[in-house]
């Protein structure tokens, strides 16, 4: 008994020696020292040895098991020095290399809009309000005159959350907030940029969530002149200093009269081209006088105030600034497009 695991001994100590990795030495332990190990096996035989012999041969066994436990505890520790060493090696980072340069990032081309929007409109006196994109269909229609069965409403085709919880279909719900909680015929002065969304099929002009600029002003003695003067200043400010403008009649609910306003082309200054379709002016946002019932419900007395808003689409103006032909280009991310714009001064 004694021989045999001396011999058991030499094999294991042996063959552990030759062993690299955890896998290898996990599978040693198993064979050597595991519960069904060659160890326990020879210990098992120990029942059949006289009594006598007994304690010679248990204090043999305890040393090759002290031996063996020794052995594999340091070969497990080289194995995990050289698993460190190696993860080292891998991991090192020559500290000499020259850095690599990432590419200068560009303002988003929508994003640039609206910022250029702001400015113009905060120079002209104007505040930038904001207000939630999931709405509820009182300050989305009914406080902008849109009756429950009014079939205005069916030009949003509008995404419902729920019966009363929506998608808001445009900026317009910032001005029946902010005339709500100002002081009853308190002068305001707001433009509202932001996004909307409609359900429709997305193609080369259109989009199910697009971004518009809203712009709102109310005080005593506001003329339809002053809208046009103000518009006026944002399409030179916008478009060059010798931009002129055009109103059209036109129909919303919320305002009273409504128009649509049109610049001069930008691309072939009026004289006609394929932008315009050879009319020389291209249309780009809608407008007119506050409505007012809108001014009524919303706790102002029209009697004693009055007021113009307007609306325009953020992509539309950025396609005619930069001759985009699909509204789709603004969202798909391609870099190639959106590189174009690194280093562009609006």
């Known amino acids: 008994m004694e021989e045999r695991l001396q011999d058991l001994q030499r094999r294991a100590l042996a063959e552990l020696a030759r062993l690299d990795g955890a896998g290898p030495l996990e599978d040693w332990r198993i064979t050597f020292l595991g519960k069904k190990g060659e160890l326990a096996e020879v210990l098992r035989g120990m029942g059949a040895l006289p009594a006598d012999r007994r304690p010679a041969v248990g204090m043999v066994a305890n040393r090759v098991r002290d031996a063996l436990e020794a052995g594999y505890a340091a070969q497990r520790e080289l194995a995990a020095r050289a698993a460190d060493e190696a993860r080292e090696r891998a991991e090192a980072v020559d500290v000499t290399l020259p850095g690599r340069r990432n590419p200068p990032g560009a303002e988003h081309p929508l994003q640039r809009v609206i910022r250029r929007l702001e400015d113009i409109f905060v120079g002209l006196g104007f505040t930038v309000a904001d207000g939630p994109e999931v709405e509820l269909d009182h300050y989305n229609f009914t406080a902008l005159n849109f009756p ?36 009853p015929n308190s002068p305001l002065r707001i433009i509202v940029p932001g996004r909307v969304y409609r359900r429709d099929d997305d193609d080369a002009t259109h989009s199910h969530a697009f971004t518009q ?6 005080g005593r003695g506001v003329r339809m002149s002053d809208l046009k003067g103000t ?25 009273e009269p409504s128009a649509e306003l049109d610049v001069r082309c930008i691309h072939c ?10 009319t020389g002016w291209i249309e780009i946002l809608g407008c007119g006088m506050v409505h007012p019932n809108v001014l009524r419900m919303n706790g102002y007395d029209p009697a004693q105030v009055s007021g113009f808003a307007f609306g325009m689409g953020v992509e539309r103006i950025a396609m005619l600034l930069y001759r ?14 959106l590189r174009q714009f690194a280093g562009v001064v609006l």
């Open 269 to 278: 200054g009026g004289a006609g081209c394929a932008t315009c379709k050879q």
């Open 324 to 337: 985009v032909e699909d509204i789709r280009d603004f969202y798909v991310n391609d870099l190639r497009f």
């Open 213 to 218: 600029c809203e712009g709102l002003v109310v």
């Open 148 to 183: 429950p069965e009014h079939p205005a409403r069916d030009m949003q085709d509008t995404f419902f959350l729920t019966g009363d919880l929506l998608l808001r279909t445009h900026t317009s719900p910032v001005q029946a907030r902010t005339l709500e909680r100002s002081a």
């Open 231 to 255: 518009l006026l200043a944002f399409a030179r400010a916008m478009y060059g200093g010798d931009q002129q403008v055009r109103l059209r009649p036109s129909f919303f609910p919320f305002t």
